[in-house]
């Protein structure tokens, strides 16, 4: 082969070459620009419903609250000198089945809230779907949820954590546990009186915390999640 024929075939090859590559670089990924506003959302709504079933199955259990150090429920900052009182006087005990009625009450609240959240969720737009899946934090959707539903949530929950606190006698183990301290109570800034707000307020936490869990567990292994929609979604961000 002359000279001439090796030029022209080199430069055959490098075309060849520069078009294959070119192709590779600009073909499209797998990505948010290959996912439709239907498959963003559906994804998304799939996620966060089983990050709140996983959740509530959890908390909703017996003792969901009081097996799990991060969500369990103490006493009020104002009682916890009235608490190291109580138990230097052998009262540990009533001490115990108050803090123990509390976290009961929440584990019995947070059922109820399921239907809440589910209808929060069913509200999200496209739009939001978008902006969350692709804003790069691991709790960005439980984010917002918070941000957009923690005040109808918090006034919804109240009255089913109150009639729950009233099923396992939180006011009443209150009243007792300050009324075996008698005034002395006063006198180290007892001010825990909002008890079901307090209840409501630390079901919420312990509630978003969990659901937060869950949809950094999805985000971390979408492969491993059970519906295609799940796996495709998520694996598209990662």
Do not use: C, W
């Amino acid at each position: 082969m002359g000279p001439i024929k090796i030029v022209f075939v080199f430069a055959l090859l490098t075309v060849s070459v520069t078009q294959t590559v070119v192709a590779q670089t600009t073909r499209p990924s797998t990505n948010q620009t290959t996912l439709s506003n239907t498959d963003i959302s559906k994804g998304l709504k799939e996620a966060l419903f089983q990050g709140v079933r996983n959740a509530v199955n959890d908390l909703g259990r017996q003792n969901g609250f009081l097996d799990n150090s991060r969500v369990r429920i103490p006493l009020p900052s104002g009682l916890r000198k009235t608490e190291k009182a109580l138990r230097a006087v052998g009262q540990g005990q009533k001490v115990d089945e108050f803090v123990a009625s509390m976290n009961h009450a929440a584990e019995k609240a947070v059922p109820i809230a399921l239907n809440v959240f589910l209808d929060s969720i069913k509200q999200m737009s496209f739009s939001d779907a978008r902006n969350i899946l692709f804003s790069g934090q691991q709790d960005s959707a439980t984010q917002f949820f918070r941000r957009t539903s923690e005040a109808r949530l918090r006034g919804l929950f109240r009255p089913i954590v109150e009639d729950a606190t009233e099923q396992v006698g939180v006011t009443q183990k209150y009243k007792s546990m300050i009324g075996r301290y008698g005034v002395f109570g006063k006198v180290f800034g007892q001010d825990a009186t909002d008890l079901d707000g307090y209840v409501t307020q630390k079901a919420l936490d312990g509630l978003f915390l969990l659901i937060a869990d869950e949809e950094a567990k999805i985000r971390r292994d979408p492969i491993g999640q059970a519906t295609s929609i799940l796996r495709r979604v998520f694996g598209a961000i990662r």
